[in-house]
């Protein structure tokens, strides 16, 4: 089966300074996705970033990347130069074949002014 | 370009009742998902159109649950006798491809 791991329930950052989010996943699938998603307090969930797995390049999108170690199966989150509007609930999906679809407890980040 | 939106975004009722959410997704999505998270937990998949087809449930989707998808565009999920352990946020994303847009969520409370 699918697991999507996300070890920190709370993290907390300082306005202007980066943090990673971390997830491992285990899959048995050689084609699949992955996902980091935002939940803003009572707000619906907004796409961050995502990563094929069959590319080894790391996504980045603005001040998001992620730091894709595939062998590892890890799929940690960067936020660089974070910004009181990043608090949120942060969710890993992984996404695989026949459309298995498994997202991890996720991790509350607060921002610090 | 309107997003997904779902219908009602809340939802009290009585255990024993039957209550039924709809979802319209984003116009020529062909897939659409159905998940369900309770307070402090990630989504969990329920299940899976594209276009009408329903191509996969989860085993949390007991036989009092139901959705539905009849002409490709929007669909209905249904709960029957409900129970308080149903006391969730229903969400409804939609994708063209692999990537997911959600919508609002319908937030359901069984007293």
């Known amino acids: 089966a699918q697991t999507v791991t996300q070890s920190q329930p709370e993290m907390s950052v300082q306005e202007a300074e980066t943090v990673t989010l971390s997830c491992t996943y285990d899959?048995?699938?050689?084609?699949?996705?992955l996902f980091w998603y935002k939940q803003p307090p009572s707000r619906q969930m907004i796409l961050v970033i995502r990563?094929?797995?069959?590319?080894?390049q790391n996504a980045t999108e603005n001040r998001f990347s992620v730091n894709f170690q595939k062998a590892a199966k890890s799929f940690s989150l960067k936020i660089s130069d974070s910004q009181l509007g990043d608090a949120a609930m942060y969710f890993c999906l992984s996404q695989g074949g026949s459309e298995k679809l498994v997202f991890g407890k996720g991790t509350k980040l607060t921002v610090n002014p | 370009d309107t997003g997904v939106s779902q219908d009602p975004r809340h939802k009290i009722t009585k255990r024993g009742q039957n209550v039924t959410f709809r979802c319209d997704p984003i116009?020529?999505?062909?897939?659409l998902y159905w998940y369900r998270q309770t307070l402090g937990q990630g989504p969990e998949f329920l299940t899976y159109f594209q276009n009408e087809a329903q191509l996969e449930k989860s085993r949390l989707l007991s036989d009092r649950f139901s959705a539905e998808r009849p002409k490709g565009s929007f669909s209905t999920l249904e709960i029957q006798r409900t129970e308080q352990g149903d006391s969730a946020m229903y969400l409804c994303?939609?994708?063209?491809?692999?990537?997911?847009?959600f919508g609002p969520g319908t937030r359901l409370l069984v007293l």
């Open positions: 116009s020529e999505h062909n897939r």
């Open positions: 899959t048995s699938e050689s084609d699949y996705y």
């Open positions: 994303a939609s994708s063209h491809g692999e990537t997911q847009y």
């Open positions: 990563q094929e797995a069959y590319k080894q």
